[in-house]
């Protein structure tokens, strides 16, 4: 099938690039045929996030929002920053990136959902439960589009009775939206070596509930940030509890995955955060609804990759435009795809088309994105110092040089570089899960209605199947039993004396942790069937 425009990815920055298209086109009276792949079984699926929205790009992409019946209800109303003790907590003054005057609480996978029935009307073709696998080229080596992959391919790689082939979708451009770390941007980077000259990416694994609290509790449009216990000072970390409408809020930890201590466990200190006295009050007879957990590209304006290159080109959190201390990347994901669908149709409006819209390099430049990320590009590298030093150091960056310092502060190695040797640690212990208000895994994964067919090919490969047990194992003691926020690998047969590690890919909830934090990039992530995975309602 070929088209003028395939987008790979329907969270935000996909769908306004679609939208912008074909405004842009209806605009000047031209036909732009735009088609975008969801490998979620539905727009919206796999989406999740905090989430506060500032609604400063849908003011400009879709001025009459409000009319068009887009879900942001809530709107924030007082914003606290707290710093947690493992008894006390203590009000900081809120840093003013972090206030939110102005700015809706939402759900993020409505809000998507919402997004994407504004794209079909104005003609875009979506196929949700398509998963790109494969990127196409010309023998220019350019992009030429991308490949889904076959259904029905049984565990043994052998075809079945339900096997369909995968379909060739080519563009005359392809914008990869695939959200971190995404499996077919991965490729690109080796190809075109995207990230030469820029350092390296930094991450931080996201993990979130949406709770149902009691009507005395719920304050609509309260929004609290903490920094603190229960994560150590050298570790980058802090939570965020959201107050939507209809009695709901959501709670969520975001740990930076540069941490050292290969026995820390995300989850776990998540649940353990939600038993601090100033915190669990508010889940007193409440509900949890639902669980799910993301990576989120953190490291700002110095680990940007090129965006562009011959066919192609990158936007959203794929390429990483997240605000770290906003903690807010859907705008700044809206933005970029902005810049690059006003790009792209400007190239496809030559007569001779080049193959890159290298456009979209220059627009950032100019844009009030750049300048906003460069603002704030010191304040997330300041925190390999620990935490206090950073908060002095942001302070100062904020209010005496007001993001204009004559210095950038660089990012240290890659995360999966920063694990120290299991015997320099000390091992956590972490409580058991009550069933009230903390949680295990596997609770927590059923209710995310995560679902992988059981007779296709695991979507979690390894390069070598000694390196979990021989290394990873041996020096780290398995991190990857407590990285992982699904439970999917175990090491078993250790009473035995014989050790494997087990991969449960059925548990996955698309988070992309363990291809980032895997001490050897031993883990790759691929795409399972389209449809697979999570299918969060409200997240």
């Not at 993990?207 to 050298?234: C, F, M, N, R, Y």
């Not at 809020?249 to 026995?263: A, E, R, S, T």
């Not at 035995?496 to 992309?512: D, R, S, T, Y």
Request: net charge negative; with cysteine; glycine share 10%.
């Amino acid at each position: 099938m070929e088209y003028d425009v395939v987008i790979v990815g329907g969270g935000p920055s996909g769908l306004t690039a679609a939208i912008r298209l074909k405004q842009l086109a209806a605009e000047q009276g031209r036909e732009v045929s735009v088609c975008l792949l969801e490998k979620g079984s539905e727009i919206g699926a796999h989406i999740l996030s905090g989430a506060v929205i500032e609604p400063r790009v849908l003011n400009e992409l879709i001025p009459d929002w409000k009319e068009k019946g887009a879900p942001l209800n809530t709107e924030a109303k007082s914003d606290r920053f707290l710093f947690l003790t493992e008894t006390e907590s203590i009000q900081l003054p809120t840093p003013p990136q972090m206030h939110n005057h102005g700015n809706y609480i939402v759900s993020l996978g409505n809000f998507c959902r919402w997004l994407g029935q504004q794209a079909e009307e104005l003609g875009v073709e979506i196929y949700p439960g398509f998963a790109a696998a494969e990127v196409l080229y010309h023998e220019d080596g350019s992009v030429k589009g991308v490949a889904t992959g076959d259904m029905g391919i049984g565990k043994d790689g052998e075809k079945t009775d339900a096997w369909q082939p995968g379909m060739e979708l080519w563009a005359k451009q392809t914008i990869f939206a695939e959200g971190c770390r995404g499996s077919l941007t991965k490729t690109l980077f080796e190809r075109f070596r995207l990230h030469d000259g820029a350092d390296p990416q930094t991450y931080g694994i996201g993990i979130k509930e949406l709770w149902e609290v009691q009507p005395e509790l719920h304050q609509p449009g309260s929004i609290t940030h903490t920094v603190g216990w229960p994560v150590d000072t050298a570790t980058y970390g802090g939570s965020f509890m959201y107050h939507l409408e209809n009695n709901q809020m959501v709670v969520g930890y975001v740990i930076g995955l540069d941490y050292q201590n290969p026995y820390l466990s995300p989850f776990e200190e998540f649940q353990r955060f939600k038993t601090h006295p100033a915190i669990r009050k508010v889940f007193e007879g409440g509900r949890r609804l639902s669980y799910g957990a993301r990576a989120l590209t953190e490291g700002g304006l110095q680990s940007l990759p090129r965006l562009t290159f011959p066919g192609g080109l990158l936007v959203g959190d794929t390429a990483g435009f997240l605000n770290v201390p906003k903690i807010k990347g859907t705008h700044t994901a809206m933005q970029s795809a902005m810049l690059a669908a006003e790009a792209v149709f400007e190239l496809l409006g030559e007569e001779q088309p080049a193959r890159e819209a290298s456009a979209y390099s220059q627009k950032f430049k100019q844009s009030w994105l750049h300048e906003e990320l460069h603002r704030v590009r010191n304040i997330r590298p300041s925190f390999r110092w620990g935490l206090w030093p950073a908060m002095i150091y942001s302070a100062l960056d904020t209010f005496l040089f007001r993001g204009k310092a004559p210095w950038t502060l660089r990012h240290h190695q890659a995360d999966h570089q920063s694990l120290k040797p299991a015997d320099e640690c000390t091992p956590i212990a972490y409580p058991k899960p009550d069933g009230v208000l903390t949680f295990d895994r596997l609770s927590s994964v059923f209710i995310s209605n995560t679902n992988h067919g059981e007779d296709q090919p695991p979507h979690l490969k390894l390069k070598d199947a000694s390196v979990p047990v021989q290394f990873n194992l041996a020096k780290y003691d398995a991190p990857e039993q407590r990285y992982c926020p699904a439970g999917v690998y175990e090491i078993v047969g250790r009473e035995e004396g014989e050790p494997k590690l087990q991969i449960n890919a059925q548990n996955c909830v698309h988070c992309k942790t363990c291809d980032i934090k895997d001490p050897t990039q031993n883990i790759v992530w691929t795409v399972p069937e389209g449809g697979g995975g999570p299918n969060y309602p409200n997240m």
